[in-house]
């Protein structure tokens, strides 16, 4: 069974301009979060969708967003990127929503804002 | 709030050890613990989830012990071996679908 594909790998962007990265879940999960992972902070949680609608969301701005499509791919969306937005950035997906399933991550995007 | 923490945050040993990496949580109310293996540049693997009734997961050569009332999760691994070198990362889930609270990991380097 394939895992959890996330796209593209690596992407250099400049301040002002806005990225989509893509997530693609093992077949089977209806969820999908995702998690900015950077040295100072560590892995901070994004947002949550299950069944195309969002179920959680962490303590970023609004110019972090995400949605999930009928077929349980998820994008997540950063506009106006600035340099502090540099991170790798990874989905996880489960089963369902909660209900003790273990989280499945990718191998994340790694984002670099100059 | 939920902390996480974890200690030591890196660690080396010689080939064959056992050792023992901790990780503390500050609101004992959690729904499970959950630890990770992440190699660099990598993203994270799921060694073992515990649940909130359970006090102990084993696989393999390793073993995730729970003590909810203290707050405190122990990972176990037995006859360490080099390609168990990489960062390990305990995360707490404090109820069902809630988001995860992750630790800042202890990064592990076993010496052949």
């Known amino acids: 069974k394939a895992g959890v594909t996330q796209t593209p790998r690596y992407l250099i962007k400049t301040r002002g301009q806005q990225v989509t990265l893509s997530c693609s879940p093992i077949?089977?999960?209806?969820?999908v979060s995702w998690y900015q992972q950077t040295p100072g902070q560590g892995l901070q949680f994004l947002f949550e969708y299950f069944s195309e609608t969002q179920r959680n969301k962490g303590n970023f701005p609004g110019r972090f967003s995400g949605r999930q499509f009928s077929n349980s791919r998820s994008e997540m969306n950063v506009s106006t990127l600035e340099l502090g937005d540099s991170a790798l950035y990874l989905c996880a997906s489960s089963v369902g929503h909660g209900g003790n399933s273990p989280l499945h991550f990718g191998n994340g995007t790694r984002l670099t804002v100059t | 709030k939920q902390e996480v923490t974890q200690i030591p945050a890196a660690l080396s040993v010689p080939e064959g050890e056992n050792l023992v990496l901790n990780c503390s949580f500050t609101?004992?109310?959690?729904?499970?613990l959950q630890w990770f293996r992440q190699d660099p540049g990598k993203g994270l693997t799921s060694l073992l989830l515990?649940?909130?009734?359970?006090r102990e997961q084993t696989s393999g050569r390793l073993n995730a012990s729970l003590d909810k009332s203290s707050g405190r999760s122990t990972l176990y691994i037995a006859a360490s071996q080099p390609g168990d070198s990489a960062t390990y990362l305990c995360?707490?889930?404090?109820?069902?679908?809630?988001?995860?609270?992750f630790g800042e990991g202890t990064q592990l380097t076993v010496n052949p």
């Open positions: 609101d004992s109310a959690i729904y499970n």
């Open positions: 995360a707490v889930e404090e109820t069902s679908g809630s988001r995860l609270t």
């Open positions: 077949s089977g999960h209806r969820s």
């Open positions: 515990i649940q909130s009734s359970q």
